[in-house]
């Protein structure tokens, strides 16, 4: 997949117990590209959060067909 543009649209959803789920698309294909997943408490001092943005980053580059290691 070629770079991505900066700036692309995405759509943002509540997903319950405080978890949020952004996914962004490729603003010429509609394809999803990119997932951002947090969830409540700091950043800083919570596990979880890590867990998800691991997460989230991995099935990004799944999306973009990116090597996974």
Known sequence: ???LPNRRP???EDV???LTVTVS???ETGQAVEVF??????ASDNPMQ???YN???QASKLM???DNS
């Open 16 to 18: 319950g117990m405080g």
């Open 37 to 42: 997943m947090t969830g409540r408490g700091k």
């Open 1 to 3: 997949m070629k770079d």
């Open 50 to 52: 890590e867990a998800l």
């Open 25 to 27: 698309f490729h603003p």
């Open 55 to 57: 997460l989230g980053v």
């Open 10 to 12: 995405c759509m943002t």
């Open 64 to 66: 973009q067909d990116k």
